[in-house]
Nanobody, 127 residues
Framework: QVQLVESGGGLVQAGGSLGLSCAASGRIFSDYAMGWFRQAPGKDREFVAAITWSGGRTYYGDSVKGRFTIFRDNAKKTVSLQMNSLKPEDTAVYYC????????????????????WGQGTQVTVSS
């Protein structure tokens, strides 16, 4: 079993920055591809970013490319999302996700089901 706990959400003005963190507990963290998804009220869940188990490759949704950065620390069992140049349309609940093989960081964005989810953290960007 793996537990994921997100932190770092909050209220920020458009153009500002915010960092999210996800702490994992349980089995070997480095086995997992990790990612972030988000869901705004009335909208479908959206892929935000994913990172391979080694941290060597990252993937981003089109709407956040160039503004968001995902990184992980396997020793600390954390995955983080640095969000810059935030826009009101980034407002959503952000979820940390973990997947074992055969799901990879490259394929995570197409998966409807994931091995583990965090409880979510609210990010609100005011205009």
């Amino acid at each position: 079993q793996v537990q994921l706990v997100e932190s770092g959400g909050g209220l920020v003005q458009a153009g500002g920055s915010l960092g999210l963190s996800c702490a994992a507990s349980g089995r070997i963290f480095s086995d997992y591809a990790m990612g972030w998804f988000r869901q705004a009220p009335g909208k479908d869940r959206e892929f935000v970013a994913a990172i391979t188990w080694s941290g060597g490759r990252t993937y981003y949704g089109d709407s956040v490319k160039g503004r968001f950065t995902i990184f992980r620390d396997n020793a600390k069992k954390t995955v983080s999302l640095q969000m810059n140049s935030l826009k009101p349309e980034d407002t959503a609940v952000y979820y940390c996700v973990a997947d074992l093989p055969p799901i990879t960081a490259a394929t995570m964005k197409w998966q409807k089901e994931h091995d583990y989810w965090g409880q979510g953290t609210q990010v609100t960007v005011s205009s």
